[in-house]
């Protein structure tokens, strides 16, 4: 067998990084097509799986859908002519990217990946179909409401993002700082979180940076994303500690110039970070003009629809954080200027739970219970019961003010407390060498029982130290404890 | 016995005994078995796995890929059960083959079941020899357990595995009885062979 060549032999470095890229194209596929929502994700989760499979082990188990999209594709004859499986037809641009195969799940398929646990997320709509509704979820929404939109279908809650020419007039450095902010921001955000095949976050103009902090621009710059409900200037009622808002974070993400940055954000406070030139930028400036800047930037940050969740912790601790991920998703904040509503209402939240009726009948009812049943009438039992509570009323005040003497206690603690205060000492009749004598003899009496007790376990372990060995003071230890070791030889 | 590879390894070129050797190996190691007891068919049937490990004896680190068509040329002379194809990758060409000798035969030639396969799969070969990655309802809900994975994969293969060398392996279940003739015939069939087929 072996004459005929039968093993072949590849640079090790060649095949690893074959099968890496393959994994890896796979993996970005996958990605690329859960985020288009494609009507048939199902079965091109299928294909790609047994693919992906496929470079570790074989797979064993293959759904009948997946081994009939692999005939579809004519698997064996793909793999007979060109010696391995390629999707030849797949292409991404196009709606129904690999034609060959169903072009729709069908509820096999959906049953196989378990979708009902899987909550459909809803479709981005294109611009232009946006829905004008002044308010979609109506006026008064309460909080939670307003928290499940924002997560399932932002774009409907939130105001469509559009471009005021009249930003153009900010301040031209406040512009350089938030389209370095941006990059930097961003570039901060893990590779593992971009999506796939997203290019790097480069805006040049004010209105490039801002797009980035769009709905639309962090969806499509970032790998999956859970959008945060923010409370800042809402009216109505809202639970929990009010938020900054947009315009107040401003010293979030622009710390002011005495405030020490610690981990993720020390980099961006030294050249050429954002910070670090933001703070030589205020440096140079008088009041008037570095408050002008700082307002610059807080009508740049307000205009955003989405910022990170960031936050910075000081010498004592915190958290410092840009972003934050949630789970598999990337949390970010939604600005509340935006939500289309009018105010947040309690309506439809849960009323505030009220105190449940206590689980015994009180003392007098249960007492007058009791009587009724032995068969005192009902008034006569109240009366009998109240001439009982009142037996300490008729006390007279003397009698009722007069200090029950403390009841007598042990010799020996009675005695300790006498020696431990010595203001008294000439009234107690115990003096303190005595105490100390009857305290240490108690205590010696108990280490000598301690010893005891030692001995006694120390015994132990030698006898079962020596019993594995069989040596002859085992022997002579057995006669000793003859009576368990003979169950052992026997 | 699981896991004992490790201590009955012995190299095929060093010496003709050398399969002997590492039964005494596995003697010293574990001196509780009783080879000649074991061995007694009176007590029962012994079978002896035997791995017969083909490495690139280069410097640069290869990998081996059993080709298809030979292994299954060489399990169809010898009489095996159909048995179950590997291929590696999608591969056509390159992979694996287990299958069990055909029982007439097994009775005559103890050899009970033979395995082929490339050890790269080792790299990401899980503890428990489970095969359960990549499940279609991780990877359609993108699950974080399915990116660990994937990544960890990728950078497997992307950094260690290419500094290393992977060779194949034509694994015998064989009986007892079979264990001596196997070693006598072993080191000629196997080594000389590979040895004039890498110089050629």
Redo the contacts between chains.
């Keep these: 067998?072996?004459?005929?060549?039968?093993?072949?032999?590849?640079?090790?470095?060649i095949?690893?990084?074959f099968?890496?890229k393959?994994?890896?194209v796979l993996?970005d596929t996958?990605?690329l097509l859960?985020r288009r929502e494609a009507p048939n994700?199902?079965i091109m989760?299928?294909i790609?799986?047994y693919?992906?499979?496929?470079?570790?082990?074989?797979p064993?188990l293959v759904?009948p859908f997946?081994s009939e999209s692999l005939d579809l594709l004519y698997y064996k004859q793909v793999?007979?002519r060109f010696?391995?499986?390629f999707l030849h037809d797949l292409d991404l641009t196009l709606e129904n990217c690999l034609p060959s195969v169903l072009d729709r799940d069908d509820a096999d398929v959906l049953g196989?990946?378990?979708?009902k646990a899987?909550k459909k997320k809803a479709r981005m709509p294109s611009p232009d179909t946006e829905d004008e509704d002044e308010f979609p979820i109506g006026k008064k929404p309460n909080w939670k409401q307003v928290e499940r939109c924002l997560k399932e279908r932002p774009w409907v809650l939130m105001k469509q993002w559009r471009w005021q020419p009249e930003w153009g007039d900010t301040l031209d450095r406040a512009s350089q700082l938030f389209i370095l902010f941006t990059v930097h921001m961003w570039a901060s955000l893990n590779e593992?979180w971009h999506a796939p095949g997203a290019s790097a976050v480069h805006p040049t103009t004010l209105q490039e940076a801002l797009e980035q902090w769009t709905i639309k621009g962090v969806h499509a710059t970032a790998a999956?994303v859970n959008y945060l409900a923010c409370n800042a200037g809402l009216l109505g009622s809202v639970k929990g500690q009010r938020v900054k808002s947009f315009a107040d974070r401003v010293d979030v993400y622009f710390p002011p110039i005495g405030e020490e940055l610690f981990g993720v954000w020390r980099p961006l406070g030294e050249n050429p970070g954002y910070i670090s030139e933001y703070r030589e930028e205020m440096n140079g400036l008088n009041l008037v003009d570095a408050e002008l800047l700082r307002d610059g930037l807080r009508q740049l940050l307000s205009h955003c629809q989405c910022l990170p969740n960031g936050r910075r912790g000081d010498k004592f601790g915190g958290r410092n954080a840009i972003w934050e991920v949630n789970?598999?998703s990337v949390a970010v904040l939604t600005n509340p200027l935006f939500y289309k509503l009018e105010r947040i209402s309690m309506q439809g939240t849960k009323s505030i739970q009220k105190r449940r009726a206590p689980t015994h009948t009180g003392s007098k009812k249960l007492q007058q219970a009791m009587l009724e049943h032995r068969g005192v009438q009902p008034d006569v039992a109240r009366k009998a019961l109240k001439a009982k509570r009142s037996m300490n009323l008729r006390r007279s005040m003397k009698a009722k003010n007069i200090r029950a003497p403390p009841k007598k206690k042990a010799a020996v603690k009675e005695a300790m407390v006498v020696a431990s205060s010595p203001m008294y000492m000439e009234e107690g009749e115990v003096s303190r060498e005595e105490v100390d004598e009857e305290v240490s003899g108690e205590e010696e009496g108990e280490e000598v029982s301690g010893e005891e007790e030692d001995e006694e376990i120390s015994r132990e372990e030698t006898d079962t130290e020596f019993s594995g060995e069989g040596s002859e003071s085992e022997r002579s230890d057995r006669d000793s404890y003859g009576e368990s070791d003979e169950e052992d030889e026997g | 016995m699981k896991g004992i590879k490790l201590f009955t390894k012995s190299n095929l070129r060093d010496s003709y005994d050398s399969l002997q050797n590492s039964i005494k190996q596995l003697l010293e190691e574990f001196p509780s078995l009783d080879w000649s007891y074991m061995n007694n068919r009176e007590n029962g049937e012994l079978f002896i796995d035997v791995g017969v490990s083909y490495n690139p004896g280069e410097e640069r680190p290869l990998v081996g890929l059993w080709r298809l068509d030979s292994l299954e040329a060489s399990h169809g002379m010898a009489g095996f059960a159909s048995g179950n194809i590997h291929h590696i990758n999608t591969l056509n060409f390159y992979g694996g083959l287990q299958a069990e000798m055909a029982k007439s035969r097994s009775l005559q030639n103890h050899i009970v079941f033979r395995s082929s396969y490339n050890l790269a799969y080792e790299v990401t070969r899980r503890v428990n020899n489970r095969r359960d990655l990549f499940k279609e309802k991780s990877v359609y809900e993108l699950d974080p357990d399915f990116l660990w994975d994937i990544d960890r994969a990728i950078k497997l293969y992307e950094n260690d595995a290419g500094e290393k060398s992977f060779g194949v392996r034509d694994e015998f279940r064989i009986g007892g009885q079979a264990w001596d003739i196997f070693c006598e015939t072993a080191h000629e069939s196997v080594s000389q062979q590979v040895l004039q087929q890498r110089h050629s």
């Design positions: 067998m072996l004459k005929s060549g039968a093993i072949v032999w590849i640079p090790s470095k095949w690893f990084s099968l890496a393959r994994l890896r993996r996958q990605i859960e994700y199902g989760t299928g790609l799986a693919m992906m499979q496929s470079v570790i082990f074989t064993t759904s997946v793999v007979d010696g391995m499986f196989a990946m378990g979708v899987r593992r999956s789970g598999s």
